[in-house]
């Protein structure tokens, strides 16, 4: 079935460095884009949005990219922090009740 | 600190009983989403409710329901609670139904059924 789904199930970068978390999505009708950051025993913590008539939006240190052409939605972080460590999900908000799906998450682990 | 909020925040119940968890949604915001998310897992949708009515709802039984109240607050409840029901069960309020709206969380509520 159509979903939500990431490339790297871990990454881990050394603290100062950049980092990219990769999606995908599947349904090309999706119009809006969420990244979310899931500290341990907390509940998802909104980070950046994006709307699909927008291929790049820029927040404080973080940055989205959408390439509607191959379905493919990136988070970048600079200057990766210790407290970045979290795991990440893109999500999707396609449904016409608003929910979202949610891939399964990338887990950032930032090495000082 | 997004202003939704849970209750209780962990909870054990045993195989067979009934559970209800509680949510307070952000000032102004009129729509309320729980998710289930087990261990390891991104959140699944379970429903969502828009001024006191359902909006829609996930690929979950009936057992599963939900209400609204005139304050925008919510409430879960899970009957005939099954070992696969044990997860971390999240609310998420936003100002209207739309889609492109944004979802703010809770801490979530971690349900054990043993």
């Known amino acids: 079935g159509e979903s939500v789904g990431l490339h790297l199930p871990t990454l881990s970068v050394q603290e100062g460095d950049n980092s990219i978390i990769n999606c995908a999505y599947s349904n090309s009708a999706s119009d809006y884009f969420i990244w979310y950051k899931q500290e341990s025993g907390k509940g998802p913590q909104f980070i950046i949005d994006?709307?699909?008539?927008?291929d790049k939006r820029q927040g404080q240190r973080v940055t989205v990219l959408l390439n509607k052409t191959v379905k493919h939605l990136s988070l970048q972080i600079a200057a990766t922090q210790p407290g970045d460590s979290a795991v990440y999900f893109c999500a999707e908000n396609r449904g016409s009740q608003g929910n979202l799906i949610f891939g399964k998450g990338t887990k950032l682990s930032v090495k000082p | 600190e997004t202003g939704v909020t849970q209750s209780p925040t962990h909870l054990i119940k045993t195989r067979g009983q009934q559970v209800t968890l509680r949510c307070s949604s952000q000032?102004?915001?009129?729509?309320v989403s729980w998710y289930q998310q087990a261990l390891g897992q991104g959140p699944q949708f379970i429903f969502q409710y828009y001024r006191e009515e359902e909006n829609g709802r996930g690929n979950f039984p009936p057992r599963f329901s939900g209400l609204q109240f005139p304050n925008y607050s919510s409430e879960l409840n899970v009957n005939a609670l099954e070992l696969d029901d044990s997860a971390l069960y999240l609310c998420a309020s936003s100002l209207d139904r739309g889609s492109t709206t944004e979802a703010f969380f809770g801490q979530g509520t971690r349900l054990t059924v043993v």
């Open positions: 994006i709307r699909s008539n927008m």
């Open positions: 000032s102004g915001h009129n729509t």
